[in-house]
């Protein structure tokens, strides 16, 4: 017997690969966004730190779930800092006793013990810790903030407890933007001991009008951080940084301007 999630996937993707004007399969793919409260000031993000303290209701999350539990196959926790979100035990929780897929972004700064051992209980996991440098003079000035070792060592220790499941996979990724460019060939040595699924390496774009700080000493410029302005530099550094996993044996997601 054909599970509900697993014929309503196989219906959308035929209807896709058929191009039919009109889809009859219910969505298996979920993205909620749980929190906007967060830790950092992110120069890429929100600088001045204000972040909104919105969040789901743990009873709203739970009627949402209920209905899309049947036919779900993979759900996106966003934020925010979604480990950060009150209830965030009482989602993985629950998660914990299906085998829909889990993708949540994190900084990692509450990736505590706690917190590693409810992801750990999940079916599936991908877990993407955003870095964005390989020293802690660059992670404060992308950041804002001096949480360079800690967030070093709590991913290191959830590396560690996820060796024997297969099934969860750490994603270490870097925003790039011109400040931390000669930090990404590096970020792969940082990476590579954490065993990760993947590194990924995602350009700064479409702010060129900014320009803010994360009282951290230094101006963002816009005009001068985004990787537009700086493209065949930028293709550069990323198509040796792609040589690099290769030749490492690190997975790698990299994305090159055009």
Known sequence: MISGRVSE?????????ERSPVVTGLPYYYQVHLNKLCNQKCIMCMPDGRHPRD?????????????????????????GEPLMYRWIDEVLEMLSKTTIAVTTITNATA????????????????????????SRTTYLKVHGTNHFDRVAAQ?????????????IHLIMHFVVMRENLGEVLSFVDFAKPYRPYRVEFHPVRHISDWNVDNNTGWQFLGSEQSCEAFKAEYNEVMTQAKTKCEAEGVPYEVVLLE
Do not use: Y
């Open 111 to 134: 990736l505590t013990e706690r917190a590693a051992q409810r992801l750990l209980s999940l079916h599936e996991l991908n877990l993407r810790c955003s870095i964005d440098a390989a």
């Open 55 to 79: 969040e789901m209701p743990l009873e709203r999350f739970v009627a949402f779930f209920e209905q899309i539990r049947p036919f779900a196959d993979h759900l996106t926790l966003i934020g």
């Open 155 to 167: 991913v290191r220790r959830f590396s560690e407890l996820a060796q024997t499941k297969s099934s």
């Open 9 to 17: 996937k196989r219906l959308i993707e035929h209807e896709l690969a």
